[in-house]
């Protein structure tokens, strides 16, 4: 195609070039592209609003999931000190109840050997003459 001379050019400066007109066809065809494009772009525009709504809840559930994560880093802690503590107070626990066996023993065979010497002391009480105290403490 043969480029217009520079007087043509000059003289179309200030004119503004209509488009050609296009058949009915292409108006149709025009149209549908349009049509096309402007519900192409409605879709890309409900998406990225949607990815936008999406991407704020889930930043929302990271930041409440790193919030439980440490809630449960302190509960297991916290679980762990009285799984400890339980122990020990088991410990202890099994410590008194074996004293306490240690020493209802303890009771158990003082208060026989107390039967056993009253039982031996009493034929030796009947046999002894009474000594009256309080004439003695007189005289």
């Known amino acids: 195609m043969k480029k217009p001379s ?4 000059i003289s179309s400066l200030g004119i503004v070039k209509r488009p050609p007109q296009l058949s009915v066809a292409e108006q149709l065809v025009q149209l549908s592209i349009r049509k096309r494009a402007t519900a192409f772009v409605d879709a890309r525009d409900d998406l990225e609003t949607k990815i936008g709504r999406l991407s704020r809840r889930l930043n929302f559930l990271m930041t409440e999931s790193d919030l439980w994560r ?4 302190t509960f297991e802690q916290y679980a762990e000190k009285l799984s400890v ?3 020990d107070l088991r410990s202890k626990i099994n410590k008194e ?4 066996k240690r020493l209802s023993g303890l009771v158990t065979m003082t208060t026989v050997e107390k039967t056993k010497l009253q039982n031996r002391r009493k034929p030796f009480e009947h046999n002894m003459p009474r000594t009256d105290t309080h004439n003695i403490c007189r005289a």
């Not at 520079?6 to 050019?9: C, D, E, G, T, Y």
């Not at 440490?70 to 880093?73: E, L």
């Not at 109840?97 to 306490?100: A, G, S, V």
Request: charged share 45%.
């Open 6 to 9: 520079l007087f043509k050019r």
């Open 70 to 73: 440490d809630k449960f880093v």
């Open 85 to 87: 503590e339980a122990n």
């Open 97 to 100: 109840q074996r004293e306490t």
